[in-house]
């Protein structure tokens, strides 16, 4: 049966006040544009957002927080957005910083259906607080909880009608991670083709993790910072 979508306000209608949101995106690459565009219209309040990063004040998870939409985020680095560093020190935003593959293992093992497993990643730092130790073989390990989301929200640039999914690249980021963990994932792609169309060893992520598809246009693939040589 096809996915496929042509709006998404239909594959978003149940999201509601207070859901988390696991995206996919790594800085600005591969990153669900038309979704975001469509939850601030939809203007919904205190999510809870679980990505790599928070985008940059005027693109990506940045037009969501300069909404006021995010009241809770789990992120490795949130280092190039001006409104999210204003929100954090007025105390209007709570931030969980996580090691970078400690997160991603997270998402995978949400996707898994394992609840919780031990890393040596945070051992002696404030990452530790609050969390059980154990060891094993001489060494020490923090017990990490898996994540899953309400929904899962994700770019690829290809699609079946099925939902086979391909990544551009370095867009393989963290979107199949979020694509596994999340309850409903919205895949945006930039083409979709018929079933039998991709050959199965193209295809990165499969359709039985992906509820819905959408095809977006005029994608502006922003850079976050230009580097060009000098003459």
């Given at each position: ?5 042509h709006?998404l306000?239909?594959a978003l209608?149940?999201l509601?006040?207070?859901?988390t949101l ?9 990153i ?11 203007n919904?309040?205190?999510l ?5 990063n928070?985008?940059i ?6 037009i969501?927080l300069?909404n006021?939409?995010i009241?809770?985020?789990v992120a490795?680095y949130?280092?190039e957005n001006?409104?999210?560093e204003?929100?954090f ?5 709570e931030?969980?910083l ?7 293992e997270q998402?995978r093992?949400g996707?898994a259906?394992?609840?919780a ?6 051992v002696g730092?404030l990452v ?5 130790t154990?060891e094993f073989n001489?060494?020490k ?13 994700i770019?690829?640039?290809?699609a ?12 393989r980021?963290f ?11 919205i895949?945006e ?5 018929e079933v039998?169309?991709?050959?199965p060893d ?11 598809i ?7 693939k922003r850079?976050?910072?230009i ?5």
């Amino acid at each position: 049966m096809s996915k496929v979508v042509h709006s998404l306000t239909d594959a978003l209608q149940t999201l509601k006040d207070g859901d988390t949101l696991l995206v996919g995106g790594f800085g600005l690459c591969g990153i669900p544009e038309k979704c975001i565009e469509e939850i601030k219209r939809k203007n919904v309040k205190n999510l809870t957002i679980v990505s790599n990063n928070c985008g940059i004040d005027d693109c990506g998870l940045g037009i969501l927080l300069a909404n006021r939409q995010i009241k809770k985020i789990v992120a490795s680095y949130v280092g190039e957005n001006k409104t999210f560093e204003q929100q954090f020190l007025n105390g209007e935003i709570e931030v969980i910083l996580t090691p970078q593959g400690t997160l991603a293992e997270q998402l995978r093992a949400g996707g898994a259906g394992i609840p919780a497993f031990y890393t040596p990643a945070g051992v002696g730092t404030l990452v530790a607080q609050g969390k059980e130790t154990r060891e094993f073989n001489g060494k020490k390990y923090l017990l990490e909880h898996a994540i899953t989301g309400d929904f899962g929200i994700i770019k690829a640039q290809k699609a079946d009608t099925y939902g086979n999914l391909i990544f551009n690249k370095t867009a393989r980021n963290f979107n199949p991670l979020c694509a596994a963990a999340g309850k409903i994932t919205i895949a945006e792609v930039e083409e979709i083709v018929e079933v039998g169309e991709l050959q199965p060893d193209e295809i990165h992520l499969p359709g039985i993790y992906v509820q819905y598809i959408y095809q977006g246009k005029n994608y502006e693939k922003r850079i976050e910072k230009i580097t060009t040589r000098e003459s």
